[in-house]
């Protein structure tokens, strides 16, 4: 049971460089989202989507883009990476409105 | 935007104790989920809430749904070493956008032996 699936589990990235962070769920979810994790900041929404070809912001969107061409896809792009986007990244997927959201194993970037 | 307020943010037990959090919003919720997060892992659901007045047992775990639907509390009975981790609670507002929940910002439970 693969659930949800993010690559790269670490990254190390330099000031101004572009990557894009890769999330899949195998469970037919319509809805994905993005959330970031910092100490003492709990999870906060970068964007979401409620179905392929719909996203929306969240709480922190800037400096993020995201696409949902598939229902199984919500890749996560940094155009330009800076040190504030240092941060653990986890991508979740539920059902529908207000179920549970199931979350994928993070990935660790460091921007230097 | 909205919040939830979670607290405490860490508490320190002995093993065998009993332990409480809780989590508040100014605002009403229609859905009350309680994580752990153990390190290095994402979040797993403990239990979910959808009902105001509703509570719900998983094991040594209970976590109830506030009637006035602007809190939520979930209580571990004799912890054991293997509760240590982050606890989240997480809601979705009503009115608030679809499939769009909020986080508390965690307890860190750490449990002596």
């Known amino acids: 049971n693969a659930g949800v699936t993010q690559t790269p589990k670490f990254q190390v990235l330099k000031t101004g460089q572009s990557m894009t962070l890769q999330c899949a769920q195998d469970?037919?979810?319509?809805?994905m989202s993005w959330y970031r994790q910092d100490p003492g900041m709990g999870l906060r929404l970068i964007h979401y989507?409620?179905?392929?070809?719909?996203?929306d912001q969240g709480e922190v969107p800037n400096g993020y883009n995201v696409s949902r061409s598939t229902t199984e896809d919500f890749p996560l792009r940094l155009l330009s990476a800076a040190p504030s986007q240092t941060s653990v990244y986890f991508c979740?997927?539920?059902?529908?409105?207000?179920?549970?959201?199931?979350f994928g194993q993070g990935t660790r970037l460091t921007v230097v | 935007g909205q919040q939830l307020n979670q607290s405490p943010q860490s508490m320190f037990i002995q093993e065998g104790e009993d332990v409480s959090m809780n989590c508040t919003s100014s605002?009403?919720?229609?859905?009350w989920l309680w994580y752990k997060q153990d390190p290095g892992e994402g979040p797993v659901l403990l239990i979910a809430l959808y009902k105001a007045g509703e509570l719900t047992s998983n094991g040594r775990l209970t976590a109830q749904f506030g009637i006035t639907r602007k809190d939520s509390f979930l209580n571990i009975s004799a912890s054991i070493p293997s509760d240590v981790g982050i606890y989240f609670c997480?809601?979705?507002?009503?009115?608030?956008?679809?499939?769009?929940?909020?986080f508390g910002k965690g307890t860190k439970l750490s449990v002596k032996p």
């Open positions: 605002s009403i919720f229609n859905t």
């Open positions: 997480a809601g979705r507002f009503y009115g608030g956008s679809q499939g769009n929940l909020i």
């Open positions: 979740a997927s539920n059902q529908g409105s207000g179920t549970e959201a199931f």
């Open positions: 469970m037919n979810h319509e809805y």
């Open positions: 989507s409620v179905g392929a070809g719909i996203t």
